[in-house]
């Protein structure tokens, strides 16, 4: 398999070339050059396999250059019991007839991003001890992409991770899973600002091309092929959790910000399975929402982007949406690049409405989509709660809200469960007037010592920072 760029430029590389490599040299995106198709008979034998032997033959088409024998230890070792919660690593658990939540929150850090983040940790080491090489990787959270990061890398040889958030501004919760780590490799800087002056800094440092150069500056983020191939794994899990037949199609809700947990789900549909629709839920940032309405993608400014209860969908630009317009497109590079590095940058939109691969885009890839408000996500979690006993997160709620107004007969519908209410108490409160449950493993943790260094938004002081701590 190799990889091309969503903007056309005419290298084609290997899956442990883009491993470490993030966007392409013309700023499009990673995508493998075909869809490996899985017909009924791969379906069937795929059907009985556990968790870690599927990741292995889905991630066996996208990767030949790692051998095989290594691949398996590295999903045996990743998609394990102890590190995941269940033997089923994704279990499907029922509320009203026809839909069922799929758990992905049950990793270290209680978010989704843990079931692909686990894998990269994994494959980095791997990668990076192959190569002789090391990596400083340097990202900004808002909450869940740095924990993430920062229990995938723990320990790992090769690596260190440099994660800037803005101080004071997490949850509590959140603030203590990533200071309490006391791993040399994991530096916590907390910058005075908000989030896209973090944001701004990573930018910055990755913009001077010697000094990435020199201190082997890296990054985590979501538009990484890895990530998003790891996560098509249990788009399969669930659907057959869901089906006893090869026969039976299933949808999937999917509360979405960057369009990456979603992006899976349409590989894995192109890939061949049985999937009917795809529910791009949106909280009030309703970006994507608006695309599959009207065919237009507006991108809004960081003024007009809502802090909302469901945080981790707070963005205007959904940095994977490029790979589904590569595809929607006919895989024309040259137009991808007119439209995301010109004409978005110049007018801040652009419109397929009159396009025909839009019109039928419902029809052919199966996308729907529904946005949903604090007052949609207090009345799930409340009605969810009352009618199943079952707690979920705001996200979450936004995924069941949404995937509630678009249930067929007779197709299950699947809700990805993307984080577990414990990270966003707040809003469970206002919802219940209770505190939502705490894994056993988490009591206390806002005690722990500390290990986070708190500095100005300076670009040369957090240099600085990097320079003194790689050595
Ligand atoms: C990251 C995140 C999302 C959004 O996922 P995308 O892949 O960015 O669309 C939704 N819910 C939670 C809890 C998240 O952490």
């Known amino acids: ?213 020199q201190y082997k500056i ?41 369009f990456g947990n979603v992006c899976a789900g349409h590989v894995a549909r192109s890939m061949g399975l049985p999937i009917d629709k795809l529910v791009v839920a949106t909280n009030e940032n309703d970006v994507l929402d608006e695309f599959f309405r009207t065919g237009v993608f507006r991108v809004r400014g960081s003024a007009d982007t809502h802090e909302t209860s469901s945080p981790s969908m707070d963005l205007s630009k959904a940095s994977n949406f490029e790979r589904f317009v590569f595809d929607l497109l006919g895989r024309d590079g040259a137009r991808v690049k007119a439209l995301f590095h010109d004409q978005l940058a110049s007018q801040g939109s652009f419109d397929l409405s009159a396009d025909p691969a839009f019109q039928s885009a419902a029809q052919r890839y199966g996308f729907v989509s529904g946005k949903s408000t604090h007052a949609d996500r207090l009345a799930t979690i409340r009605d969810t709660y009352k009618r199943f006993g079952t707690m979920i997160d705001t996200h979450t709620a936004d995924g069941v809200k949404v995937a509630r107004e678009q249930v067929q007969p007779g197709v299950p519908m699947i809700v990805l469960e993307t984080a577990l209410p414990i990270k966003f108490a707040a809003t469970i409160e206002e919802a219940l007037g209770q505190s939502p449950d705490r894994p056993v493993r988490f009591e206390g943790i806002e005690a722990l010592p500390k290990r986070v260094k708190v500095v100005p938004a300076d670009v040369a002081v957090i240099k600085l920072y990097i320079v003194e701590n790689v050595h």
């Open 1 to 213: 398999m190799r990889y091309l760029s969503t903007r056309g430029h005419p290298d084609r590389k290997q899956f442990c070339e883009i491993l470490l490599e993030g966007l392409a040299p013309d700023g499009g995106l990673y995508l493998p050059e075909h869809y490996p198709q899985v017909g009924d008979a791969m379906l069937t034998k795929w059907r009985g396999l556990s968790y870690t032997d599927l990741a292995f033959e889905v991630l066996s088409l996208y990767i030949d250059d790692i051998p095989a024998a290594d691949l398996k230890a590295i999903c045996t070792k990743t998609y394990t019991e102890q590190v995941f919660g269940t033997k089923e690593i994704v279990p499907l658990r029922p509320l009203e007839s026809g839909l069922y939540l799929e758990a992905l929150s049950n990793g270290p850090t209680l978010a989704f991003k843990d079931m692909a983040m686990q894998l990269l940790g994994n494959l980095f080491e791997y990668e990076l001890a192959r190569r002789g090489e090391e990596l400083n990787i340097l990202g900004a959270t808002s909450g869940d992409t740095g924990s993430a990061a920062e229990y995938a890398m723990r320990g790992k040889k090769g690596v260190r991770v440099f994660m800037l958030s803005p101080n004071g501004r997490m949850s509590p919760f959140q603030q203590a899973q990533m200071f309490s780590l006391q791993d040399e490799n994991i530096h916590n800087i907390a910058v005075e600002g908000v989030f896209d002056d973090c944001q701004d800094i990573v930018k910055a440092v990755s913009n001077d091309l010697e000094f990435k150069r």
């Open 218 to 258: 890296g990054t985590v983020n979501s538009i990484n092929w890895a990530r998003l191939m790891a996560q098509v794994v249990y788009y399969f899990a669930g659907y057959f959790q869901a089906t006893t037949s090869n026969s039976q199609k299933v949808s999937f809700a999917v509360p979405s910000g960057n």
